[in-house]
């Protein structure tokens, strides 16, 4: 009971409600909660809009200051999951897919190129999906009891306009647009994220809100598609690796707990900002849960999208490296 009122009571509970109802019927039922991948994508673009509308100019400005504190940080984090990746070696993993399966940068975005660069994609997808899972198990808690956050701090609008459904309307479908166009990572939350934020330039969507049913609606969605994967038979292919996939995941989770005081010190947030920022995986739900909490988006959104850029750029060719020097 105590577990359900720190998922209810957290921000962004619908989300956690839909990943906890995802896992229970997977796990009890071995019934799969079918999200098709267009509405899937288009609760992720509904998300990157509505944070876009909680950032204006100069709070995207305001982030150039912090730049050396997010570079730092998702450096850090790389780095340590990347040493802690080699537990799995010890499990008949090669290095390539050891690397991959443990570097926090998007677990979608990992996958689709792990096969690629020579890596076994199915551990690869495992690996990175179960650090998801104990980052959405664990963020509730951490929100509830070590930060002291609880749901519905953020004032509820009460003006909710034809502008707003026209947000939506405008800023989903042409982040999707924009994220596949240009090939984005996570495209599309980040295609909508930059979508909104230009639309949030012109006047009639200056002061623009997501309206909280869609957005709601959204959080239900991916918290579906984010716990429909985890079901009895991924557990049983790969019995073996779970238990050091698990713990070198919440290592993880508390290494960047433990590093987001020092962070958010040095780039003057709330520690609460500071652990969003530095989550090892979950962009969608980090964001929800920095968007429903009433933090800096900006700085959250930001600093994960740079670790994930980081991955994307450095990770094939410092496994090219590495391939060189042990061949």
């Avoid at 071995?30 to 950032?55: F, I, N």
């Avoid at 070696?89 to 940068?105: F, Y």
């Avoid at 956050?149 to 953020?154: H, I, T, Y």
């Avoid at 309307?169 to 990572?185: F, S, Y």
């Amino acid at each position: 009971m105590s577990a359900l009122v720190i998922v209810v009571s957290a921000p962004a509970p619908a989300l956690f409600v839909g990943f906890t109802t995802a896992v229970a019927l997977a796990l009890l039922l071995e019934r799969h909660v079918v999200v098709p991948t267009a509405l899937g994508r288009s609760a992720q673009a509904v998300l990157g809009g509505s944070v876009a509308t909680q950032v204006d100019v100069d709070g995207w400005g305001s982030v150039h200051a912090q730049l050396p504190a997010v570079l730092a940080a998702g450096t850090l984090t790389i780095v340590v999951a990347v040493a802690m990746g080699h537990l799995l070696r010890r499990h008949g993993v090669s290095r390539t897919t050891a690397v991959l399966a443990s570097v926090p940068g998007g677990a979608s975005t990992v996958t689709a190129i792990a096969a690629d660069l020579g890596a076994d994609q199915r551990v690869v997808v495992v690996v990175q999906y179960l650090r998801v899972v104990v980052v959405i198990v664990t963020l509730p808690v951490l929100l509830a009891t070590v930060f002291g956050v609880s749901a519905g701090r953020p004032p509820v609008p009460s003006g909710i306009d034809a502008w707003d459904w026209a947000y939506v309307a405008a800023a989903a479908p042409a982040g999707l647009l924009v994220g596949h166009l240009l090939r984005l990572p996570a495209p599309a939350v980040v295609g909508a994220l930059l979508a909104g934020t230009l639309l949030m330039l012109t006047p009639p969507f200056d002061a623009a809100l997501t309206p909280p049913l869609v957005q709601s609606a959204a959080l239900l969605v991916i918290g579906l598609q984010s716990g429909r994967g985890f079901d009895r038979r991924t557990l049983a292919d790969l019995r073996g690796l779970l238990p050091v996939a698990v713990v070198t995941s919440a290592l993880l989770v508390a290494f960047c707990a433990a590093i987001a005081v020092p962070f958010a010190s040095w780039a003057g947030v709330s520690s609460l900002d500071g652990y969003l920022a530095t989550s090892p995986g979950g962009l969608p739900v980090v964001l929800a849960a920095s968007l429903d909490s009433g933090g800096d988006a900006a700085l959250v959104s930001v600093t994960q999208i740079a670790r994930l850029l980081t991955v994307l750029l450095v990770m094939p060719i410092v496994l090219s490296v590495m391939r060189r020097r042990g061949s």
